[in-house]
């Protein structure tokens, strides 16, 4: 039962020296029941165990299927009625689900849990679970609208604990800290569906009342897949460029007028890592054989002997129509493949090649293998990947922002800058660019975009899968479902799965 595992992970949660306090709730908040007043941050998390979470997991979260997020959303703008039952799901139904992503992170163990940035990921979770949870019924539109002003905050102040959880579950791995990495795979799986389900319904009610042509709240009815792809090209080329000084062509092909209902954002992030990785392992290739014909034609760094780079094989796009209402992106690159050691080990969150060969070196200054070193997120650290056992070369640090990330999702190419600009960040683009507009993330090294790609993609029914000749390149078959035709099971957050 719940209790029974609260308990037998308190058990290792309880300091010895007494420096963990398994303290109760000291919570500091306005006594009037006012939403305006339950400002972010007017409840402070200090406690690890609380009952009162495990009582809100305990309670059966609403499952909503995407025909009912269809046909509910179809005319909400103009029916203030739907737009607060909207909102009163909402209040239901968040407090719950971060209940059970709070009991998951109570249970890993201790030593995992007080690491700061895991402290912080849990602090901001208790955060807006208590400040949510007594939001006082949605009544009036009035309150509607104070409520999304909350709901706002709390997805900012949400958007940069993807990486908080990263580093921190990075850091424990290189610790030799946590258990298996198949129980780490799991436990990332469902703190990032959960985020995505959490985002899904805030989003949606949050864009519920906005009246867009094509749009029911953030499900564009008809969206353009070559122009999702024409957009993630035209991104990941420009970082490519900016990382290595070099990027290959990307061809596109395939019936040029598909259009399915999805959520852009969704589909924008997918594209872009599948983009970045197909890239990367190109030009890296492209590296490797210039270095090697340089050393044949009489000794590398030698300007004398210096051999033009060669010519990049383009990356091939094809939009495949399929069965039974899916469509499939298929992304060929011939970029030297994944060898057969790491076929398996490529969907563990935080596994990266990153830094494994010299073809790694990076053009730009502001790139994710270059810098200075540090702990603290100034540069490279040397690393265990979180589900590998070997060591990597990643860059450290929580890198993402929320501002940024909203920026960076409307920043797109002038075809499709428009539509995007009112896309929800979601907080995907945190993996996408930091602060000062660059990541040190830009073109890979977090090890997160082939396993949470897949999460996005099973999310709505669909699936990401690779195909890959070692030595040659990878076939990336990115399986979208028609989300009319499919009956989405929503992906409920499971009871903590620890
Ligand atoms: P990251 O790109 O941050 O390293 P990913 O999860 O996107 O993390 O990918 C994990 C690893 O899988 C990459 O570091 C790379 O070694 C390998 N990989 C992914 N896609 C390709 C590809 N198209 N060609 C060769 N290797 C790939
Ligand atoms: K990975
Ligand atoms: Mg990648």
Redesign the pocket.
């Known amino acids: 039962s719940i209790a029974h595992r609260i308990i037998s992970g308190l058990g290792s949660a309880v300091d010895s020296s007494g420096a963990w306090r398994c303290a109760r709730q000291s919570l500091h908040v306005g006594s009037t029941a006012s939403c305006a007043e339950f400002q972010l941050n007017t409840v402070r998390a200090e406690s690890f165990y609380d009952s009162t979470v495990e009582k809100y997991a305990a309670q059966d979260v609403e499952v909503l299927s995407l025909r009912q997020m269809l046909s509910f959303g179809r005319n909400a703008w103009n029916d203030p009625d739907k737009v607060l039952k909207s909102a009163r799901y909402v209040q239901r139904e968040l407090p719950k689900r971060l209940a059970r992503r709070l009991l998951d992170l109570q249970l890993l163990p201790y030593i995992v849990v007080t690491n700061p940035h895991i402290k912080k990921v849990y602090n901001q979770y208790y955060i807006s679970f208590e400040t949510l949870r007594r939001v006082p019924t949605i009544r009036t539109l009035e309150e509607n609208q104070d409520f999304c002003q909350l709901l706002r905050q709390h997805l900012d102040s949400h958007a940069p604990m993807l990486d908080s959880l990263a580093t921190g579950l990075r850091e424990c791995k290189s610790k030799e800290l946590v258990g298996s990495c198949l129980r780490m795979d799991s436990f990332f799986d469902s703190m990032l569906r959960s985020r995505i389900s959490r985002r899904v319904i805030a989003e949606q009610h949050l864009h519920i009342n906005n009246k867009r042509p094509a749009f029911i709240g953030i499900i564009c009815t008809d969206l353009d897949v070559h122009d999702s792809i024409d957009f993630a090209v035209q991104k990941t080329k420009q970082v490519c460029m900016e990382t290595y000084g070099t990027a290959p062509d990307v061809v596109v092909s395939g019936d040029p007028h598909v259009t399915i209902p999805y959520i852009p954002a969704h589909l924008d992030y997918m594209l872009y890592?599948?983009l970045?990785?197909?890239m990367?392992?190109v030009v890296e290739q492209g590296r490797a054989q210039q270095a090697a014909r340089q050393a044949q034609a009489g000794g590398a760094g030698n300007p004398a002997f210096s051999c033009p780079p060669p010519k990049l094989p383009p990356v091939h796009v094809r939009v495949c129509p399929g069965l039974n209402g899916t469509l499939t992106v298929r992304?060929t690159?011939q970029?030297?493949?994944?060898a057969e050691e790491?076929i398996d080990?490529?969907?563990s969150y935080g596994?990266?090649?990153?830094g494994?060969s010299a073809a790694a070196s990076t053009h730009s200054s502001s790139s994710s293998t270059s810098g200075s070193g540090g702990k603290d997120g100034v540069g490279p650290d040397v690393v265990e990947g979180l589900g590998s056992g070997m060591v990597q070369q990643v860059a450290a640090g929580a890198g993402g922002s929320g501002s940024a990330a909203t920026a960076s999702s409307g920043g797109g190419g002038s075809s499709t800058g428009g539509r995007r600009q009112q896309q929800p960040g979601g907080g995907l683009q945190v993996l996408m660019r930091g602060p000062g507009g660059h990541s040190r993330?830009q073109?890979?090294?977090?090890?997160?975009?082939?396993?949470?790609?897949r999460l996005y993609a099973r999310y709505f029914g669909g699936d990401l899968r690779?195909q890959?000749i070692p030595g040659y390149?990878?076939d990336?078959y990115l399986t979208l479902r028609r989300l009319e035709e499919h009956e989405w099971e929503e992906h409920v957050d499971e009871p903590s799965t620890l």
């Open positions: 890592e599948l970045k990785n197909a990367r392992a992304i690159d970029g030297g493949g994944i790491f080990k490529v969907w596994f990266t090649t990153i494994r993330y073109m890979a090294g977090l090890g997160f975009g082939l396993p949470l790609s690779l890959t390149g990878v990336a």
